[in-house]
C-alpha cells in the first residue's frame, strides 16, 4: 500500500457527461501527479500540482482540468466525455516538487469507462 | 515517433532464467533513468533510478544506461514467479525548477513460468 488514496475505483459513464476524480496524496506529500493510462498510449503526465499550485504540465486536454486544495488532496475533473477517454487515471505523490529526484508514490487508479 | 519505445512484449521465461528488458529513447536531454513495476490492477511503484550512463545494482535488479546509444536495460537475475508484472521505464531531463515531468515506455508485461 502506497498511502495514496483514489476515489472511486471504477467509474462507468456515458459520453458528453462530466466526472470528478480524488485523490489524497501520502501525509506530507506536497505534489500531486496526475496520469492517463491507456492500451495504446501507455502512461502519460497530465499535471502536477505543488501546495496548491500548478508546477507542470503536460498532454492534459482541454476538457479535462485539476485543482489541489489546502489539505493537498486533489481533484480531476473530465468533461464532455468521449469514448477514447475511458482509461485508468492514477495520482501519484511526493514529498516535494522534485520529478524525478523523489520517488513518486502511485495510487491504486481510478478504472474510468466511457459509454 | 515515440519519445521512448518499449517493447510491449509479453515475455515468458521460466523460473530462474535472467530477464532482459530494454527501452530506447530520442530525447538527448533525458538524464534520469527509471524502471517501474505495476501488478496487475495496482499502480506502478519505482524499482531502481539511475543517472547518465552506468550500471546501478540492486539485488537481484540491475539497470543499465547507454547515452550513446539512448538504450537503457534493466535485468532481473534467478526471476521469480512473483517478479510476473508489467515493467515500465521511464525518463527525466534536469531543470533548475524541479519540475521536469517524467516520459514512459508503454510497458513490458512479463510472466515467469514456475
Known amino acids: 500500500d502506497s498511502g495514496v488514496t483514489q476515489t472511486p475505483k471504477h467509474l462507468i459513464t456515458a459520453t458528453g457527461q462530466r466526472v470528478t476524480l480524488r485523490c489524497s496524496p501520502r501525509s506530507g506529500d506536497l505534489s500531486v501527479y496526475w496520469y492517463q493510462q491507456s492500451l495504446d498510449q501507455g502512461l502519460q503526465f497530465l499535471i502536477q500540482y505543488y501546495n496548491g499550485e500548478e508546477r507542470a504540465k503536460g498532454n492534459i486536454l482541454e476538457r479535462f482540468s485539476a485543482q489541489q486544495f489546502p489539505d493537498l488532496h486533489s481533484e480531476l475533473n473530465l468533461s464532455s466525455l468521449e469514448l477514447g477517454d475511458s482509461a485508468l487515471y492514477f495520482c501519484a505523490s511526493s514529498v516535494r516538487g522534485g520529478g524525478f529526484q523523489e520517488t513518486q508514490y502511485f495510487g491504486p487508479g481510478t478504472r474510468l469507462l466511457v459509454l | 515517433q515515440k519519445e521512448v519505445e518499449q517493447d510491449p512484449g509479453p515475455l515468458s521465461v521460466p523460473e530462474g532464467a535472467i530477464v532482459s528488458l530494454n527501452c530506447t529513447y530520442s530525447n538527448s536531454a533525458f538524464q534520469y533513468f527509471m524502471w517501474y513495476r505495476q501488478y496487475s490492477r495496482k499502480g506502478p511503484e519505482l524499482l531502481m533510478y539511475?543517472?547518465?550512463?552506468g550500471n546501478k545494482e540492486d539485488g537481484r535488479f540491475t539497470a543499465q544506461v547507454d547515452k550513446s546509444s539512448k538504450y537503457i536495460s534493466l535485468f532481473i537475475r534467478d526471476s521469480q514467479p512473483s517478479d510476473s508484472a508489467t515493467y515500465l521505464c521511464a525518463m527525466s531531463g534536469i531543470s533548475n525548477f524541479g519540475n521536469e515531468k517524467l516520459t514512459f515506455g508503454t510497458g513490458t508485461r512479463l510472466t515467469i513460468i514456475p
Open positions: 539511475t543517472y547518465s550512463s
